[in-house]
DNA sequence: AAACATTTGTCCGTATGTATA
DNA sequence: ATATACATACGGACAAATGTT
């Protein structure tokens, strides 16, 4: 019989990597909250290791932009500016475009069916209300577009941004919009065709348009 | 009599910081050659300092992409692929674009001077055939630009893809363009005439333009 | 196959520097 | 201004994991 393959992924994280993963998640949920004060001690009792892996993933957080360090006086989560949003989609939507014209040329016909199927549930999501698994599930799409671009740097770069999106909306800070699926219909077309320019003035409009929506709907709340 | 202030710049630097800046120094310019096996030990005792500093400036240097660390066996000097320029030069040339289109509005009088005059350094560099030299205030340049856009997030992944670039320059896989004076120009002209868009597309130009140089001197070599 | 040598990962104690009383 | 409390930066030792003989 096969044996199950150790997938020859390290299975076995470290307990940086953990403590790096959990208090990644806890900041952009905001179980962490925006300007709290971060005792690496307490942390490291919190998550039964010693300081060090504790301190090892605070800086790694520091250089992602979730954490800031004030040497030899304090670490505290970085604040959610909702304004920030501004700073954060032009350049996600520059590399996303980038993403959708490197990757046109790749795109074999199995990828395409993913991305039509991946957006099919991004639809349901979207129709059905359920805010947190459409910003999953639209973050899965682009992910596709950026794994078929094959580049290091974009897709290192991508992931973090998203981050900071995600971020923001579990600050209700972004706006989901039914429209994103035609736009990502009319994406997967030009793709297929082969169009990369296309693609690419098409990806950064669905990327920017959220901007204009945003703050038509602080514009009603207010 | 004046007291210089400290400018409340932590002019102190931690070992670290300095481990950290010394080490980026030494695999960019090759004093560290790809694939060296970095034993945290001995860089401990030639920094005159203790494992953990270095260590943590190790990890820095990882999510860079300087250093790659495989856990529990060793860690080592990524290698440096000529190829991977073509990676390299894409991403830069959309967030450089997307910084002069976003630096065009906020752009002043005095900020206009200052490019031209670091241009004509760089034409001067160039014309002397100072490469080194030339390289350094081409950065200078579209610093400038990076910074008047005043996006965090574009300013830090361009710092990271900028020190990538210069690594590559050491290695030789890189040239210096005499037209690139001209294009600086224009680009100078666009933003100054308030035409973002267009100063966007000098900018990718500029920077794309150096794949294809690149390419031609490569088959001229061989 | 097992014990060894080497290197990394983790722990914890101490020193240094900062903020508060 | 001095002293006190406290958090971080660093050092050094131990433990775990890997590769080798």
Redesign the interface.
């Known amino acids: 019989m096969p044996i199950p393959s150790d997938h020859s992924k390290?299975v076995r994280l470290?307990a940086k990597e953990a403590a790096y993963n959990q208090l990644q998640h806890w900041i952009i949920d905001g179980t962490l909250r925006p300007g709290e004060k971060l005792n690496d001690l307490e942390i490291a009792k919190a998550l039964g290791v010693s300081r060090?892996p504790v301190?090892?993933s605070l800086?790694?957080l520091e250089?992602?932009?979730f954490v800031k360090m004030y040497?030899g006086k304090a670490t505290q989560v970085t604040e959610v500016d909702p304004e920030a949003i501004n700073?954060?989609l032009?350049?996600l939507a520059?590399?996303q475009?980038?993403s959708a014209e490197?990757a046109t040329p790749k795109l074999d016909a199995d990828t395409a069916r993913r991305l039509a199927e991946v957006n099919e549930r991004f639809s349901e999501a979207v129709r059905s209300g359920n805010d947190e698994d459409a910003i999953r599930v639209d973050e899965d799409f682009h992910q596709i577009i950026v794994d078929t671009a094959e580049?290091?740097?974009?897709l290192?770069?991508v992931d973090n941004?998203q981050a900071?999106v995600r971020r923001q909306f579990f600050h209700d800070a972004i706006v989901l919009r039914e429209q994103s699926v035609k736009e990502h219909e009319a994406i997967i077309e030009a793709m297929s065709a082969g169009d990369g320019e296309r693609a690419a003035a098409l990806m950064k409009t669905n990327w920017l348009s959220a901007i204009g929506e945003l703050k038509a709907t602080r514009t009603n709340e207010s």
Chains 1, 2 share one sequence.
């Open positions: 390290p470290s060090t301190r090892e800086q790694l250089t992602r932009g040497p700073d954060l032009p350049p520059a590399l475009a980038l490197t580049n290091p740097y974009i290192a770069m941004l900071h």
